[in-house]
């Protein structure tokens, strides 16, 4: 399974042109007040390095994780042309043990496996936050999508239920639909 999804993201990535662009997604650039700009972050499934990239520009060192080889290679390259420092790890997240348990900021954007909750929940520091969104069960109106590729409604308010919610969506554009939330671990 995780093979065929490197292959299948190495070939979407395996073009000059950045596929999900360069510049961050916008429920980080319209966030960003709550984001102290300091201290671990980590990029869950990081594609080309978009978020990474914003993160480390706020003062953030940032680990990201992604299966592709490819992927990672833009984002290094993305980084390098910013002049930012980026730790990168090539890695099937269905298998990977994550060593470092205090991030003080994870974020996961576009990628759903909800194995990773538990795992996030642990990583967290006390006080740190989660910035996660992706699709979303409304989206299956306008995709092939698979449902479990996608969160229901009130998923991630589930999954983060003990922690404090700075902010919460449910979008449904009439193109896509998807839900983001940010929440704060307790102390
Ligand atoms: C839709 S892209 C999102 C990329 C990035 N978060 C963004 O929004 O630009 C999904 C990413 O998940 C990665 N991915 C898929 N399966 C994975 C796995 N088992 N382990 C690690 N990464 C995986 C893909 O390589 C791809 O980069």
Do not use: H
Request: aromatic share 12%.
């Amino acid at each position: 399974m995780s093979s065929k999804d490197k292959e299948k993201w190495n070939r979407k990535y395996g073009v000059d042109k950045y596929i999900g662009g360069k510049a961050a997604c916008d429920w980080l650039t319209s966030n960003t007040e709550v984001l102290t700009g300091n201290g671990q972050a980590l990029d869950i499934a990081m594609g080309e390095g978009r978020n990474s990239i914003y993160l480390a520009q706020l003062g953030f060192k940032v680990t990201g994780i992604d299966i592709s080889d490819v992927g990672v290679k833009k984002a290094q390259a993305l980084a390098e042309e910013k002049s930012i420092e980026l730790k990168t790890v090539v890695a099937d997240l269905d298998q990977y043990e994550f060593d470092e348990k205090s991030f003080d900021l994870v974020i996961c954007f576009n990628f759903l496996d909800r194995n990773l909750f538990p795992k996030i929940r642990e990583m967290v520091s006390p006080g740190g936050l989660v910035i996660y969104e992706t699709f979303s069960i409304d989206f299956l109106k306008y995709s092939s999508f698979k449902e479990e590729w996608v969160l229901g409604y009130g998923e991630l308010l589930k999954e983060f239920q003990e922690y404090r919610i700075l902010r919460y969506q449910e979008v449904d554009d009439g193109q896509k639909g998807f839900a983001s939330i940010i929440a704060q671990k307790p102390l």
